[in-house]
């Protein structure tokens, strides 16, 4: 067993501050990996602040990040698919059983055994997994990534998260060109998926209830923008969408995303407003639309789309801190001050 630094919450109402966590040996088929960008997931400050407790209560202490960019520094004796010096990327899962029928569809973010990134039990130390706000981390093999040499790696490290949350069901639902394509919401979420929906040749609609995010949706790739509290730009469009995908974790009106879907039309959530939203069936029944929700996505499907980030020089637009600056962003992140997520440059925990 090595240890590393790390940056932690020590409790829900406690700053992140600096530590020392314990990481294991490399194993056979583990590859050892320096740290060096971590993006700032929404995820990650509602675990560090237990705001999650009734589904997954957060155990202290507790280090986030799963949106990992590093280099290999050691590869177990059976590794094969990495070497030293190679570029590496770690997302939101770790392990999972790997013999279920989510396994072996290559789902195994549906696999019942999963082990995430962070505030999950560790099958190898006992107490629970640490995050990538840390200076390395070791990994199976099968659970990393490999990042394609031309991208920018600061911007790289959310497509970990970020990029597949919204690459899967875009992927899913068949997004490509002739489609019609709405975004809901232009945040850390939203502008990756406009990102990619252009880039999958659709026809691309984001909605947003801000007028100041116009020019910024045009520039991410959107060709039209609808402020979605004014009714008559929203008319406009009913019944026409092939494909709406929902980024807005606060509290809205689905149905009036659902009346803007053509027949056999699909909204899919990926935002989590903390209360239930309500849905009325007729919406749903009289044009066959159907309304479903979508998490990360599988290992074979993540690399999928980081080559396809790669061959479309797509990354996420980014503002690179200092770990140093880390409780400060998550208060930024509340305000939505960031366009449009922070990067951590882990070269500045070896400051700490």
């Not at 979605?228 to 689905?254: C, T, W, Y």
């Not at 239930?276 to 309304?291: D, Y």
Request: hydrophobic share 40%.
């Amino acid at each position: 067993m090595t240890t590393a630094k790390a940056y932690a919450a020590a409790g829900a109402t406690t700053p992140l501050a600096g530590t020392t966590i314990p990481r294991r040996d490399p194993a056979d088929h583990d590859l050892q990996i320096e740290i060096l960008y971590c993006g700032i997931c929404h995820s990650d400050l509602h675990t560090a602040r237990n705001e999650w407790s009734s589904i997954m209560p957060t155990v202290y202490p507790c280090v986030p990040g799963h949106e990992i960019v590093g280099r290999v520094t050691h590869t177990g004796s059976a590794v094969t698919k990495f070497k030293v010096g190679d570029l590496a990327g770690v997302g939101c899962l770790v392990d999972s059983d790997r013999t279920c029928p989510n396994c072996q569809a290559g789902l195994e973010q549906f696999c019942p055994a999963m082990v995430l990134t962070y505030n999950f039990p560790d099958r190898h130390l006992g107490g629970i997994t640490y995050g990538g706000y840390s200076e390395s981390i070791v990994v199976d093999e099968n659970f990393v990534l490999r990042i394609p040499q031309n991208l920018e790696l600061a911007g790289a490290a959310p497509l970990l998260c970020a990029g597949i949350t919204t690459y899967s069901p875009l992927r899913h639902w068949g997004v490509t060109r002739g489609k019609k394509v709405g975004i809901v919401g232009l945040g850390g979420l939203g502008h990756m998926a406009v990102k990619f929906a252009r880039a999958l040749g659709a026809h691309v609609v984001v909605f947003t209830t801000s007028p100041g995010k116009r020019d910024d949706a045009l520039r991410l790739g959107a060709d039209e923008v609808v402020i979605s509290r004014d009714a008559n730009e929203m008319q406009k469009h009913a019944g026409s969408f092939d494909f709406i995908l929902d980024a807005v974790s606060a509290d809205h009106d689905l149905n009036t995303y659902v009346q803007l879907l053509a027949r056999d039309g699909n909204l899919t959530l990926v935002g989590a407003p903390e209360k239930p939203l309500p849905v009325s069936a007729f919406g749903l029944l009289f044009a066959r639309r159907s309304l479903s929700g979508s998490l990360i996505g599988g290992i074979a499907e993540t690399q999928e789309m980081l080559d396809f980030c790669g061959e479309q020089n797509i990354t996420a637009d980014v503002e690179v801190i200092p770990i140093q600056k880390l409780n400060e962003a998550y208060e930024r992140m509340l305000k939505s001050d960031v366009k449009y997520r922070f990067s951590i440059d882990m070269a500045s925990l070896k400051a700490e």
